[in-house]
């Protein structure tokens, strides 16, 4: 919030940050005061800057997309192959995760777990 309070006043706007959490929180800011073009260079910037440290990330790529992503009626997203436990990774109706890998390779998601949030985005290849 802070961040956002300098670019009242100052017009500009610090987006370097320690974690991604601070980056949702000045979304979420810049949301709930009506910004949508900041929101947008908000984004814009933070993929643009962590696009950069993909090599570090820990990355799992589908290996069966037939399985990639699904959902069903009252649950969340469903990543990958049912294996008779979990999914690869998958919501329960009551809110808990739980992780299998199978059609997706083990990146070390915990078994069982809980999240705040989650998103899920279809990333797609812009061309002019």
Same mark, same amino acid.
């Given at each position: 919030?802070? $961040?956002?309070? $300098?670019f009242?006043?100052c017009? $500009?706007?610090?987006?370097?940050?320690?974690?991604?959490?601070d980056?949702i929180?000045?979304?979420?800011?810049?949301?709930?005061?009506?910004l949508p073009?900041?929101?947008?260079?908000?984004?814009?910037?933070?993929?643009?800057n962590q696009l950069k440290?993909?090599?570090?990330?820990?990355l799992g790529?589908? !290996?069966?997309?037939q399985?990639?992503?699904?959902?069903?009626?009252?649950?969340?997203?469903?990543?990958?192959?049912?294996?008779?436990?979990?999914?690869?990774?998958m919501?329960?109706?009551?809110g808990?995760?739980s992780? *299998?890998?199978?059609?997706y390779?083990d990146?070390n !998601?915990?078994?069982?777990?809980?999240?705040?949030?989650?998103? =899920?985005? *279809?990333? =797609? $290849?812009?061309?002019?």
């Amino acid at each position: 919030m802070n $961040k956002l309070i $300098k670019f009242f006043y100052c017009g $500009k706007l610090d987006l370097d940050f320690e974690n991604a959490i601070d980056v949702i929180k000045l979304l979420i800011a810049v949301d709930e005061f009506g910004l949508p073009t900041l929101a947008e260079h908000i984004q814009e910037f933070f993929v643009n800057n962590q696009l950069k440290n993909i090599n570090t990330a820990r990355l799992g790529r589908v !290996i069966n997309t037939q399985y990639a992503v699904s959902c069903w009626v009252e649950w969340g997203p469903l990543f990958g192959f049912w294996c008779g436990i979990s999914h690869d990774l998958m919501m329960h109706p009551d809110g808990t995760w739980s992780s *299998k890998p199978n059609s997706y390779p083990d990146i070390n !998601i915990p078994r069982n777990f809980e999240i705040d949030d989650y998103e =899920v985005f *279809k990333v =797609v $290849k812009i061309t002019d």
